[in-house]
């Protein structure tokens, strides 16, 4: 996939007046309040912010696993706040990849039982699964950890093997949540070193929620929330 | 396949706990079953009996006889195409513990009627030949070693003194539900022999316990045993005819209370154990909320929650209800053995097989219906908020 300069395309994400807020009791508690983002194709955004701010809530109403109290998140041209649960369900299958925090694996399951999940959702036969799960996981540099279980993973490992699930449908959109957060500076730096590859090499656009700002170096383009409010949008160190 | 294998890993995931469910579900399926064959063995006489054979008793009570003169009376009734009757003898073979069922017959109408007593040729003509002859059932003779020839003594109860027998024959049951436990021998001796004891009570001898009689068509069961109580109305002994299935059910309703009890604790097993397996199944789903709503964001669909904790419910219900079916034939065993011959037939029918399978299949059903309904309404980002 070749991502062409982000400024020349059309953008692969449109958000306009995107608010969100949640019911406590009688209150009405706003997390975000008229967000308005656009990202290209093949940009690697980090969205920053101290806690509370609203990231990882944008990052979930962006990523079709929270529904928003008002506004439109325009991606690849679908309006995904008007889509049902089940197409909602079916367009994150085919259209984003998740990294989590803490990898989110399935822990009856081998890395490569991990990572073929997702693909069970396409028409893919066995044998096509398991040509895309080895290739995969040669991308992440885990060929050799295929038939081992998360727990007698490393946690840098672990993370690998979620990025190769997310990886492994070919999504146009990859959203990762604190992907280093719970690793070690040196692992941390590993994963975003292989999320960057991803990034520059398949063209890939990520969107990253951290607060650590040498994580968000890595990425091209910083967004900085607070108290639900967009402050500011800029260029990363990285481009 | 993958959701097979992710199936029996996510059963196997807490080894100690899935075996103390499987341990429980053992025991509660083979109990229910283990129950539903003893209340099956008191209601085996019903089972067995047939739909062309009556029984005319005394109106009064069954300890009341009837005088031997009836039978050509009831013989000539129109519809009626055999006749034969029993006393019930109630003797004690050595010990009040080895206690099993012996009627005085008329020896070849009887078995003309109990078609079901199948006896090789040979050992039916040495029975009815011999006046001191009896035949038992195979697991009677079994039980206690009898072998044919063997001389049998049994001690009055109702008909005093001791009583040998000398056994002719060994019959086989037709069919599964058929009592392999009497002692059958000749009215005629038991009459005589009570004739000639000195002071024997008169109303003891040509006295009949009960009228067995053959219809030829089961539909006039009806007016049959109709005609017959007509026959002896405002007599000395009047008779009451029922089918022979209602003569045994009026047995078993003798003990309908501990029947019914015994039923009701059958199906409490089953509750309890299914609110063990419900409880088992809410903590599975509870530990795993993450892992479900992990899932929701990957794509795949509330069902297939729902289908991952009905599948493993379902998984350990069913391995539970195998394993406990497979030890109900053992455990009946056993308990046939300790009951002795108080059951003439105690064995695990095919009805009780497909009761305890669903038993199994309802409460793998039901105790993944809660948690899989909740699971599949989970928030996705409460859901993975858990992992933390």
Redesign the interface.
């Known amino acids: 996939m070749n991502p062409g300069t982000p400024a020349e395309s059309s953008p692969l994400i449109r958000i306009r007046a995107l608010s969100k807020a949640y019911q406590r009791g009688a209150q009405l508690i706003p997390v975000l309040q008229g967000v308005d983002l656009e990202v290209h194709a093949g940009e690697f955004v980090a969205l920053m912010g101290p806690s509370g701010s609203g990231k990882s809530t944008l990052l ?1 109403l962006i ?1 079709g ?2 529904k928003p109290s008002g506004g439109c998140i325009e991606i690849g041209g679908v309006d995904i706040a008007d889509l049902g ?2 197409e909602l ?2 367009w ?3 259209n984003v990849g ?1 990294i ?3 990898y ?1 694996l ?4 081998t890395a490569a ?1 991990n990572i ?3 693909l ?2 396409t028409g893919l036969t ?1 044998r096509e699964r398991r040509e895309h799960v080895h290739a995969a996981l040669a991308m992440v540099r885990l060929s050799d950890r295929s038939d081992h279980y998360p727990n007698e993973l490393s946690g840098g490992q672990q993370q690998r093997v979620a990025i190769a ?1 997310a990886l492994v449908t070919d999504p146009q959109l990859i959203v990762a949540d604190e992907p280093t957060g719970d690793l070690d500076r040196v692992t941390g730096g590993d994963v975003l070193a292989l999320l960057g590859d991803l990034h520059r090499q398949l063209g890939k656009t990520i969107l990253m929620v951290t607060h650590d700002p040498k994580a968000a170096a890595c990425a091209e383009r910083l967004v900085h929330l607070e108290k639900g409010v967009l402050l500011s949008d800029g260029v990363g160190l990285s481009s | ?3 097979l ?2 199936l029996l ?2 059963a196997l ?1 807490h080894k100690l706990r899935t075996v103390l469910t499987l341990i429980g579900l053992v025991v509660a399926i083979s109990a229910f079953g283990l129950l539903r064959t003893l209340v099956d063995a008191w209601y085996a006489g019903v089972e067995a009996s047939a739909s062309t054979r009556l029984v005319t008793r005394n109106a009064i009570s069954l300890t009341f006889t009837l005088p031997l003169n009836y039978a050509e009376r009831i013989r000539a009734v129109e519809g009626v195409s055999g006749l034969s009757w029993a006393n019930w003898f109630g003797g004690v073979y050595i010990t009040e513990r080895n206690f099993f069922a012996q009627f005085a017959v008329d020896p070849s109408t009887y078995l003309a009627l109990y078609p079901e007593y199948v006896l090789s040729d040979a050992e039916r003509q040495a029975f009815l030949r011999d006046r001191q002859g009896a035949v038992v059932g195979r697991k009677l003779a079994d039980k206690f070693g009898w072998r044919v020839g063997d001389q049998i003594p049994l001690r009055g109860t109702i008909y005093p003194g001791i009583w040998t027998f000398t056994l002719r024959g060994i019959y086989d049951g037709a069919g599964a539900n058929t009592d392999e436990q009497q002692l059958l021998f000749h009215w005629k001796y038991l009459t005589e022999s009570v004739r000639q004891r000195p002071g024997a009570a008169s109303s003891k001898v040509d006295a009949v316990g009960i009228y067995v009689v053959g219809i030829a068509d089961a539909n006039n069961a009806a007016l049959i045993s109709q005609r017959i109580d007509t026959l002896f109305r405002n007599s000395l002994a009047e008779t009451l005819t029922e089918t022979e299935k209602a003569f045994q059910l009026s047995f078993v309703s003798m003990s309908e209370a501990i029947l019914v009890a015994i039923q009701a604790v059958s199906l409490i097993i089953v509750v309890i154990i299914m609110a063990v397996m419900a409880n088992t199944m809410t903590m599975t789903a509870r530990e795993r909320v ?2 479900y709503a ?9 069902a297939f929650v729902v289908r991952l904790l009905a599948g493993e419910s379902l998984l350990i219900a069913l391995a539970g209800g195998v394993i406990g079916i497979v030890l109900t034939f053992p455990l009946a065993g056993v308990v046939g053995q300790a009951t002795g011959t108080l059951f003439p037939v105690f064995q695990v029918s095919d009805l009780t097989l497909v009761l305890q399978l669903l038993a199994a299949l309802v409460i793998g059903v039901v105790a993944a219906a809660w948690p899989a309904w909740r699971m599949s309404r989970v928030d ?2 409460s859901g ?1 908020r858990q ?2």
């Open positions: 979930n990523a696993i929270d649960e089940g369900a079916d994150r299958a085919a998740f989590f925090q803490f989110n399935l822990p009856v399951l039982e073929e999940l997702p069970l959702l066995r699930r | 396949m993958l959701l294998r992710l890993k996510n995931r993450a892992e992990t899932l929701r964001v990957l794509g795949f669909g509330p996705i980002v993975l992992v933390a």
